[in-house]
């Protein structure tokens, strides 16, 4: 069992920052893939940022150049910089780990983010 805890979440103005961390309650360095997603009110979950072990970031059309996905091995901890942050960025933000191709995801519980003026 993988346990997840996102923080950061908050109220920004349009065009602010915001930085959100997962900490994960193991070591990540072997990590098969550790990912963000966000769900607005009335929407599906969406892949936001994603960090493939030995591969490259995705990133969503909508947060490309915009969002960084990050993480801290020492730290076993992700991160996702969100710069330039716009009212539809405003969701749930979630943390998502799995530790090889066949395990199972886990997700954290979700961070609140609203950017409005």
């Known amino acids: 069992q993988v346990h997840l805890v996102e923080s950061g979440g908050g109220l920004v103005q349009p065009g602010g920052s915001l930085r959100l961390s997962c900490a994960v309650s193991?070591?990540?360095?072997?990590?098969?893939?550790m990912g963000w997603y966000r769900q607005a009110p009335g929407k599906q979950r969406e892949l936001v940022a994603r960090?493939?072990?030995?591969?490259?970031?995705n990133y969503a059309d909508s947060v490309q150049g915009r969002f960084t996905i990050s993480r801290d091995n020492a730290k076993n901890t992700l991160y996702l910089q969100m710069n330039s942050l716009k009212p539809e960025d405003t969701a749930v933000y979630y943390c998502?780990?799995?530790?090889?191709?066949?395990?199972?995801?886990?997700w954290g519980q979700g961070t609140q983010v609203t950017v409005s003026s």
């Open positions: 193991q070591s990540i360095v072997n990590m098969y893939v």
């Open positions: 998502n780990v799995r530790n090889t191709w066949y395990s199972p995801e886990y």
């Open positions: 960090l493939p072990s030995g591969s490259s970031t």
